[in-house]
């Protein structure tokens, strides 16, 4: 599946819109769908292409590396600092990336033939995410500070 344009794909948790993290053209289509520009303080999660290239796009802390090892791929989403080394025109508008690898049969082709991915529910700004298997949205922790903050409770239950 050839994701240079917007596609839903399905997730372990909520149905979701997919585009390559190459695909200039495909992830403004996506600010459009979404109704987001740079400043709307929502940022797209990336979705690397394997565990290992994480630190390629965040800085790893100890709970990062530990929460990764544990719980990815799965219902997890961790909110890091973006490694600087790391240049993209969506990403380089943030301090933060949000990182994420979906449990989901799909998601290991969908990596190998386009690479790492953003992903976003699909569901309009301020609508209710379509659920597929009447899971809630992924589990967002924020580890930007020394103190880990859950910011959204999904299914997925984790002791920080």
Do not use: C, W
């Not at 399905?10 to 769908?33: C, F, H, W």
């Not at 940022?43 to 292409?49: H, R, Y």
């Amino acid at each position: 599946m050839n994701l240079q344009v917007v596609t839903t794909v399905p997730t372990e948790t909520v149905e979701g819109y997919a585009v390559a993290l190459n695909s200039e053209q495909g992830i403004r289509d996506l600010m459009k769908i979404k109704d987001r520009d740079f400043d709307s303080g929502k940022i797209f999660t990336l979705v690397p292409e394997s565990k290992t290239a994480i630190s390629k796009y965040v800085i790893l802390s100890k709970t990062a590396k530990k929460l990764i090892k544990q719980y990815f791929p799965g219902e997890l989403t961790l909110i890091l600092k973006k490694n600087p080394t790391f240049h993209h025109f969506y990403y380089d508008h943030f301090d933060t990336i949000g990182i994420r690898i979906p449990d989901h049969p799909i998601f290991p082709k969908l990596l190998k033939e386009n690479g790492a991915l953003i992903l976003t529910s699909a569901n309009p700004k301020g609508g209710t995410p379509k659920s597929i298997t009447g899971h809630l949205p992924s589990t967002i922790v924020d580890l930007t500070s020394k103190t880990p903050k859950i910011l959204r409770q999904g299914n997925l239950i984790i002791n920080l």
